[in-house]
């Protein structure tokens, strides 16, 4: 009996375990690697991300199974573990992922939505956060499911930069 309730915790914890990453289209944040990337899409380097020295993949959308993606790409980082996911879509797909995701993940910040002007949707989700933002007069929603230690990273670059174009103007005066 012991053993049989050892067990099902076991389970149970691994179960909750699975169920606490972030995964979309197959990638899980922070655990797939670019050689698991691969397996799944036709995926090709395009490039390296400068915040985290880690490579680029464009994954072709015609592999994620979803309408109206446009440009779909895996931002990996140092460890060459997934840091970033992120999918350009048709502007007009924003309501309907926002819709869907909002089932999915917890809503943390929505702007009022306007039909006109700038719409987003943030979400959060154990290790990640999700946005969804479509600029206003563009023709694209972008979708991004980015790791909280790429956010915590690029969150200290930018202060720092901040930091030095105050120190540089102070400068200039």
């Given at each position: 009996?012991?053993?049989?309730?050892?067990?099902?915790?076991?389970?149970?914890?691994?179960?909750?375990?699975?169920?606490?990453?972030?995964?979309?289209?197959?990638?899980?944040?922070?655990?797939?690697?670019?050689?698991?990337?691969?397996?799944?899409?036709?995926?090709?380097?395009?490039?390296?991300?400068q915040?985290?020295?880690?490579?680029?993949?464009?994954?072709?959308?015609?592999?994620?199974?979803?309408?109206?993606?446009?440009?779909?790409?895996?931002?990996?980082?140092?460890?060459l573990t997934?840091?970033?996911?992120?999918?350009?879509?048709?502007?007009?797909?924003?309501?309907?992922?926002?819709?869907?995701?909002?089932?999915?993940?917890?809503?943390?910040?929505?702007?009022?939505?306007?039909?006109?002007?700038n719409?987003?949707?943030?979400?959060?989700?154990?290790?990640?956060?999700?946005?969804?933002?479509?600029?206003?007069?563009?023709?694209?929603?972008?979708?991004?499911?980015i790791?909280?230690?790429?956010?915590?990273?690029?969150?200290?670059?930018?202060?720092?930069?901040?930091?030095?174009?105050?120190?540089?103007?102070?400068e200039?005066?």
């Amino acid at each position: 009996m012991k053993v049989m309730i050892s067990t099902l915790l076991s389970l149970f914890l691994l179960s909750f375990s699975a169920v606490a990453d972030t995964t979309a289209f197959g990638l899980t944040l922070g655990k797939t690697t670019e050689t698991e990337l691969k397996k799944i899409y036709r995926a090709k380097l395009t490039g390296v991300n400068q915040l985290i020295n880690g490579n680029i993949y464009s994954i072709p959308v015609n592999q994620l199974g979803i309408e109206g993606a446009r440009n779909a790409f895996a931002i990996f980082d140092t460890d060459l573990t997934l840091s970033f996911i992120k999918i350009e879509f048709r502007q007009s797909r924003f309501e309907a992922l926002n819709q869907i995701l909002s089932r999915k993940y917890t809503l943390t910040e929505q702007r009022n939505i306007p039909f006109f002007g700038n719409k987003h949707a943030f979400y959060k989700h154990e290790n990640a956060v999700i946005e969804l933002v479509a600029p206003h007069l563009s023709d694209i929603a972008i979708l991004s499911y980015i790791t909280n230690e790429y956010v915590k990273e690029y969150q200290t670059i930018e202060s720092e930069k901040r930091k030095r174009n105050k120190a540089s103007e102070l400068e200039k005066l």
